[in-house]
Every structure is written in C-alpha cells, then in structure tokens.
C-alpha cells in the first residue's frame, strides 16, 4: 500500500440558513488537521457539531466554503471533478453514514463496487468474499441490502471501504447500531488498517473506540479541539 497524508488547511463549511435571508450557520470554522499514515484518530461530539461535513470534506465529496484539502500534495478542490473522483476512489476508503448500498446489487457486488468504478477488467472477487468473511457476512454475500440489517449494513459499507486498500479511510459511525462482538471486530479491523499504514479517521459516539485510536478529538460548534 502507498502511504498518504491527508492535510486540512482552514477548512470551513458554512451553509445557508434558508429561514433567514444571508444568515449562515458555520457547520465548520476553520479546521487545521492532518491525518497521518499509520494513525488511527477519533473524532467525537455531539449530534449537529460538525464531524460529518468535516469528514465529506476530506473525503473529497463535500466542497468547502473556504480552505482546504490536501492529498498527496495535492489540493483535492483544484483537481478537475473526474480526476478527483479517481483519487478519492483508488485512494480513501468512506463509510458513509447511514446505509449507503445500491438496492439493485446484491452484497458481494456492493463491495466489489470500487473496482468497478476504477474500471478494473477482472473485479477482485476473492478479496471481496474474504473480506465479507471477515466482517461475518460470509453467508449473505449473494442476498441484497434491503435482506440486511442496519449493522450488517454497516460491516457492508466497512468491506466495501477496504476493497481497494485505500491508503486513507474515513469512517462515520462504523459501529451504529452494532453488538459489542461486532464493535470490536470493527475497531479491529479500524486499528489494523492504520498498523498496515492507512491513514484512519473514525467518527464515534463508542466509548470503545478510544481503546483503538491514537488521538481522541472533540467537534463542538463546528471547532475541534
Ligand atoms: N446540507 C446541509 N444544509 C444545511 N445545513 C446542513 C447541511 N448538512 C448539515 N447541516 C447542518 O450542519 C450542522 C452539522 O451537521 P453534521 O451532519 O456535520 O453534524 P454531525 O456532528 O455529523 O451530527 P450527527 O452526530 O447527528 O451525525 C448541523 O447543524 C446540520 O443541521
Ligand atoms: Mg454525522
């Protein structure tokens, strides 16, 4: 795997606030944060502090108001769209929020879903069904996501972030909605995937998690500290 360094400058988000004409709710005031290869970092916050449009902006699907973000030395807001998409797809792992699968796909194809995008001729099938092995869904990997549960949706989204060995990963609330076996095979994988280099930032109401990370921050009102 490459290694990358994933740098915020100022990052900002402000977003309009439609009920009053020009007023403006800072979602995020200017961040600096640097998510190193080989460290696992946990953000933490109460609900409506920021730490999801904090992490779509690293993940190069959000465009900030200011700032901004580096990725291998690159700034990911000056790429044009499609080669943004490329890096972001070959190089950041996201596990979105909430339940993000394609209906008409069946869980195996869900995970395989990043090589697809690259364009790979011959998909990695059998990474993906170990990887599916690993995360215990083994069993379910020709059913289809509406068949799932909200945590086996979660495990989902994990294998499918890991596909491609992504140097960096984002992860928002990985174990929502997870039994405490399962909290901690996805902390563990989490933490392997920084001890193999990855660059890993969890978002995380899981007082468990602080076990796995190696910084712990907190998001208040848009500020992380
Ligand atoms: N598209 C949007 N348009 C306007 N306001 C938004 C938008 N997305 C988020 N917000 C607002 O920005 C703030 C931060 O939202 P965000 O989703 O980042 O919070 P969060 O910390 O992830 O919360 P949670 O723990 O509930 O997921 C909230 O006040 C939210 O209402
Ligand atoms: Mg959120």
Known sequence: MTTMTIRARALTK?????HRSGAVLTAVAPTDLELAPGSLTVVTGRSGSGKSTLLMMLAGLLTP??????????????LAEGERSRLRNGSIGLVPQGHAALRSLTV???VLLPAVIRGDAQPPVARAASLLEDVG???LAGEYPQELSGGELRRLALARALLLGPAALLADE???GLDSENVEVVLAFLRQAADEGAAVLVVTHEAEARTVADRVLTMDGGRLS
């Open 174 to 176: 990985p174990t929502a």
């Open 108 to 110: 195996l194809d869900n």
């Open 65 to 78: 108001t200011a700032g901004t973000v580096e990725v291998e030395g690159r700034d990911l807001y000056a």
């Open 14 to 18: 402000d977003y309009p606030r439609s």
């Open 137 to 139: 869904l083994a069993e």
